[in-house]
Protein backbone atom coordinates (compact mmCIF):
# COMPACT_ATOMS: atom_id res chain seq x y z
CA UNK A 1 0.00 0.00 0.00
CA UNK A 2 1.33 3.74 -0.60
CA UNK A 3 3.22 4.86 1.79
CA UNK A 4 2.62 8.68 3.69
CA UNK A 5 4.59 11.12 4.96
CA UNK A 6 3.47 14.17 6.52
CA UNK A 7 5.77 17.36 7.98
CA UNK A 8 6.06 18.69 10.24
CA UNK A 9 5.17 15.61 12.69
CA UNK A 10 4.49 17.94 15.44
CA UNK A 11 4.48 22.22 16.25
CA UNK A 12 3.80 24.15 18.67
CA UNK A 13 1.83 27.88 17.39
CA UNK A 14 1.20 31.05 18.54
CA UNK A 15 -2.53 32.07 18.40
CA UNK A 16 -3.26 34.08 15.23
CA UNK A 17 -0.21 32.70 13.27
CA UNK A 18 -0.95 29.75 10.29
CA UNK A 19 1.00 26.92 9.70
CA UNK A 20 1.07 24.79 6.17
CA UNK A 21 1.02 20.57 6.80
CA UNK A 22 2.46 18.61 3.87
CA UNK A 23 1.41 15.28 2.83
CA UNK A 24 3.72 13.51 0.26
CA UNK A 25 2.92 10.08 -1.19
CA UNK A 26 4.82 7.43 -2.45
CA UNK A 27 2.97 6.62 -5.38
CA UNK A 28 0.19 8.83 -7.79
CA UNK A 29 -3.14 8.68 -5.89
CA UNK A 30 -6.40 10.48 -7.39
CA UNK A 31 -8.13 11.79 -3.75
CA UNK A 32 -6.64 12.43 -0.95
CA UNK A 33 -7.85 13.40 2.41
CA UNK A 34 -7.55 15.17 5.09
CA UNK A 35 -8.88 14.48 8.86
CA UNK A 36 -8.83 16.33 12.17
CA UNK A 37 -8.34 14.30 15.26
CA UNK A 38 -9.29 16.32 18.42
CA UNK A 39 -7.99 15.41 22.15
CA UNK A 40 -10.36 12.58 22.95
CA UNK A 41 -12.52 12.59 19.61
CA UNK A 42 -12.63 10.50 17.06
CA UNK A 43 -11.43 11.59 12.96
CA UNK A 44 -13.70 13.71 11.49
CA UNK A 45 -13.09 14.67 7.71
CA UNK A 46 -12.25 18.21 6.99
CA UNK A 47 -12.00 17.91 2.81
CA UNK A 48 -11.48 15.68 0.07
CA UNK A 49 -8.33 17.28 -1.84
CA UNK A 50 -8.36 16.41 -6.10
CA UNK A 51 -6.07 17.29 -7.99
CA UNK A 52 -6.55 20.01 -10.72
CA UNK A 53 -9.61 21.46 -8.87
CA UNK A 54 -10.97 22.66 -5.90
CA UNK A 55 -10.98 20.66 -3.03
CA UNK A 56 -14.78 19.95 -1.32
CA UNK A 57 -15.36 20.65 2.01
CA UNK A 58 -17.11 18.82 4.83
CA UNK A 59 -19.91 20.41 6.57
CA UNK A 60 -18.31 23.43 9.04
CA UNK A 61 -15.14 23.42 7.57
CA UNK A 62 -14.32 26.55 5.06
CA UNK A 63 -11.97 27.16 2.73
CA UNK A 64 -10.86 30.56 4.05
CA UNK A 65 -9.98 28.63 7.33
CA UNK A 66 -8.44 25.31 5.75
CA UNK A 67 -6.59 26.05 2.66
CA UNK A 68 -5.60 23.11 0.64
CA UNK A 69 -3.50 22.86 -2.61
CA UNK A 70 -3.23 19.75 -4.69
CA UNK A 71 -0.36 20.19 -7.42
CA UNK A 72 0.41 17.25 -8.61
CA UNK A 73 -0.82 13.64 -7.42
CA UNK A 74 1.75 12.67 -5.06
CA UNK A 75 1.39 15.73 -2.99
CA UNK A 76 -1.41 17.91 -1.28
CA UNK A 77 -1.14 20.36 1.71
CA UNK A 78 -3.19 21.91 4.52
CA UNK A 79 -2.95 25.41 6.01
CA UNK A 80 -4.50 25.99 9.18
CA UNK A 81 -4.94 29.80 9.39
CA UNK A 82 -5.25 32.24 12.07
CA UNK A 83 -5.04 29.67 14.43
CA UNK A 84 -6.46 29.95 17.80
CA UNK A 85 -6.02 26.84 20.92
CA UNK A 86 -9.37 25.34 19.61
CA UNK A 87 -7.15 24.35 16.58
CA UNK A 88 -5.16 22.48 18.80
CA UNK A 89 -5.33 18.81 17.15
CA UNK A 90 -3.37 16.05 15.00
CA UNK A 91 -4.42 16.83 11.41
CA UNK A 92 -4.06 13.10 9.31
CA UNK A 93 -3.38 13.02 5.74
CA UNK A 94 -5.06 9.82 3.81
CA UNK A 95 -5.61 8.29 0.71
CA UNK A 96 -7.43 5.21 -0.67
CA UNK A 97 -4.64 1.98 -0.50
CA UNK A 98 -4.20 1.26 -4.05
CA UNK A 99 -5.54 -2.73 -4.96
CA UNK A 100 -7.23 -3.21 -1.52
CA UNK A 101 -10.48 -2.31 -2.14
CA UNK A 102 -12.72 0.68 -1.80
CA UNK A 103 -13.01 2.58 1.00
CA UNK A 104 -9.47 1.43 2.69
CA UNK A 105 -8.11 4.37 3.74
CA UNK A 106 -3.68 4.47 4.37
CA UNK A 107 -2.93 7.10 6.98
CA UNK A 108 0.30 9.45 7.41
CA UNK A 109 0.97 9.57 10.61
CA UNK A 110 -0.36 12.76 11.52
CA UNK A 111 0.85 16.19 12.42
CA UNK A 112 0.06 17.26 16.09
CA UNK A 113 -0.47 20.89 16.20
CA UNK A 114 -0.61 22.78 19.81
CA UNK A 115 -1.89 26.29 19.98
CA UNK A 116 -1.11 28.34 22.36
CA UNK B 1 -26.38 10.49 9.29
CA UNK B 2 -23.95 7.53 9.48
CA UNK B 3 -22.03 7.45 12.45
CA UNK B 4 -20.34 5.15 14.91
CA UNK B 5 -20.37 4.51 18.26
CA UNK B 6 -17.50 2.47 20.68
CA UNK B 7 -17.71 1.72 24.26
CA UNK B 8 -16.67 4.40 26.27
CA UNK B 9 -13.58 4.33 28.24
CA UNK B 10 -9.52 3.28 28.29
CA UNK B 11 -9.17 -0.66 28.26
CA UNK B 12 -6.50 -2.16 30.51
CA UNK B 13 -5.45 -5.74 30.46
CA UNK B 14 -3.84 -8.65 31.41
CA UNK B 15 -1.13 -10.52 28.76
CA UNK B 16 -3.10 -13.15 27.19
CA UNK B 17 -6.69 -11.86 28.30
CA UNK B 18 -9.52 -11.75 25.77
CA UNK B 19 -10.61 -8.61 24.77
CA UNK B 20 -13.61 -7.15 23.49
CA UNK B 21 -14.20 -3.64 21.78
CA UNK B 22 -18.02 -3.03 21.67
CA UNK B 23 -19.04 -0.90 18.09
CA UNK B 24 -22.36 -0.47 16.96
CA UNK B 25 -23.26 2.00 13.65
CA UNK B 26 -26.03 3.77 12.41
CA UNK B 27 -26.15 3.77 8.88
CA UNK B 28 -28.48 3.67 5.52
CA UNK B 29 -28.09 1.79 2.88
CA UNK B 30 -25.13 -1.24 3.03
CA UNK B 31 -21.97 0.19 4.77
CA UNK B 32 -19.30 -1.49 4.67
CA UNK B 33 -17.13 -2.07 8.36
CA UNK B 34 -13.75 -1.50 9.61
CA UNK B 35 -11.53 -1.80 12.17
CA UNK B 36 -8.24 0.50 12.39
CA UNK B 37 -5.54 0.56 15.05
CA UNK B 38 -2.92 3.30 15.77
CA UNK B 39 -0.22 2.36 17.81
CA UNK B 40 1.99 4.75 19.03
CA UNK B 41 3.84 7.42 17.26
CA UNK B 42 2.27 5.73 14.14
CA UNK B 43 -0.37 6.36 11.51
CA UNK B 44 -4.03 4.30 11.48
CA UNK B 45 -3.96 1.57 10.07
CA UNK B 46 -6.40 -0.96 8.78
CA UNK B 47 -6.50 -4.47 10.86
CA UNK B 48 -9.63 -5.66 9.39
CA UNK B 49 -12.99 -5.07 7.19
CA UNK B 50 -16.04 -6.63 6.47
CA UNK B 51 -18.28 -5.35 3.50
CA UNK B 52 -21.61 -7.71 3.95
CA UNK B 53 -23.62 -8.95 6.58
CA UNK B 54 -22.84 -12.01 8.19
CA UNK B 55 -19.10 -11.72 6.81
CA UNK B 56 -16.23 -12.03 9.33
CA UNK B 57 -12.63 -9.96 8.88
CA UNK B 58 -9.43 -11.30 10.54
CA UNK B 59 -5.95 -10.62 10.80
CA UNK B 60 -3.66 -10.71 13.61
CA UNK B 61 -5.64 -12.57 15.94
CA UNK B 62 -8.31 -10.28 15.49
CA UNK B 63 -11.69 -11.08 14.81
CA UNK B 64 -15.39 -9.18 14.10
CA UNK B 65 -18.62 -10.32 12.71
CA UNK B 66 -20.68 -7.87 10.51
CA UNK B 67 -24.08 -8.46 12.57
CA UNK B 68 -26.64 -6.31 10.45
CA UNK B 69 -29.22 -7.06 13.12
CA UNK B 70 -27.75 -5.93 16.35
CA UNK B 71 -25.93 -2.81 13.67
CA UNK B 72 -22.47 -3.69 15.43
CA UNK B 73 -19.26 -4.95 14.54
CA UNK B 74 -17.41 -6.07 18.03
CA UNK B 75 -13.69 -6.28 17.69
CA UNK B 76 -12.28 -9.44 19.71
CA UNK B 77 -9.17 -11.39 20.52
CA UNK B 78 -8.68 -14.38 22.24
CA UNK B 79 -5.11 -13.43 23.82
CA UNK B 80 -4.05 -9.77 23.87
CA UNK B 81 -0.12 -9.47 23.96
CA UNK B 82 1.40 -6.61 25.15
CA UNK B 83 2.36 -5.61 21.59
CA UNK B 84 -1.79 -5.12 20.84
CA UNK B 85 -1.15 -1.93 22.76
CA UNK B 86 -3.02 0.47 20.83
CA UNK B 87 -5.84 2.81 19.99
CA UNK B 88 -8.37 1.11 18.05
CA UNK B 89 -11.52 2.43 16.02
CA UNK B 90 -14.32 1.58 14.02
CA UNK B 91 -15.62 2.92 11.22
CA UNK B 92 -17.74 2.72 8.29
CA UNK B 93 -18.33 3.63 4.47
CA UNK B 94 -21.47 4.25 3.31
CA UNK B 95 -20.88 2.69 0.32
CA UNK B 96 -21.40 5.32 -2.16
CA UNK B 97 -17.70 5.58 -3.77
CA UNK B 98 -16.61 8.77 -2.26
CA UNK B 99 -14.46 6.85 0.16
CA UNK B 100 -15.50 9.26 2.98
CA UNK B 101 -15.42 7.11 6.24
CA UNK B 102 -16.95 7.75 9.74
CA UNK B 103 -15.05 7.11 12.93
CA UNK B 104 -16.03 6.03 16.21
CA UNK B 105 -14.01 7.59 19.03
CA UNK B 106 -11.25 4.94 19.74
CA UNK B 107 -10.45 3.30 22.47
CA UNK B 108 -7.29 3.12 24.10
CA UNK B 109 -5.85 -0.54 24.84
CA UNK B 110 -3.34 -1.15 27.33
CA UNK B 111 -1.74 -4.58 27.74
CA UNK B 112 -0.09 -5.25 30.92
CA UNK B 113 2.63 -8.08 31.51
Redesign the interface.
Known sequence: SAV?SQKPSRDICQRGTSLTIQCQVDSQVT?M?WYRQQP??????IA?ANQGSEATYESGFVIDKFPISRPNLTFSTLTVSNMSPEDSSIY?C?V??EG???????????SRLTVL | GNS?TQMEGPVTLSEEAFLTINCTYTATGYP?L?W?VQYP??????LL?A?KADDKGSNKGFEATYRKETTSFHLEKGSVQVSDSAVY?CAL?D?G?????A????NQVVVIP
Not at chain 1, 40 to 45: C, E, I, N, V
Not at chain 2, 97 to 101: C, V
Open positions: IMFGQSLTLTLSVGTGANVLTFGAG | VSFYGEGLQLKTFSGGNNRLFGKG
